[in-house]
């Protein structure tokens, strides 16, 4: 094998390989803001469930004192 065989089959692994890199980095961004969103609605939803708590006691509260 001669070096300019050589040279076209590591400069194409070495292509294969920045393509990778740049797909598994676009696929971790895209999980990491699915992520990111997954953990806002959960804060939303117990925000809401907290709320509602809060009020169904107050209710509470002012049935008892009537």
């Keep these: ?16 390989s920045l393509i990778t890199v740049i797909f598994k980095k676009l ?3 895209k999980t990491d803001k699915l992520q990111y969103i997954t953990n806002e ?18 209710k509470k509260i002012i049935e008892i004192n009537k």
Excluded: P
């Design 1 to 16: 094998m001669d070096l300019n065989t050589l040279g076209i089959i590591l400069s194409s692994g070495v292509i294969v």
């Design 27 to 29: 696929s971790k961004d």
């Design 41 to 58: 609605r959960k804060q939303w939803r117990d925000d809401i469930l907290k709320k509602h708590r809060d009020h169904e006691d107050i």
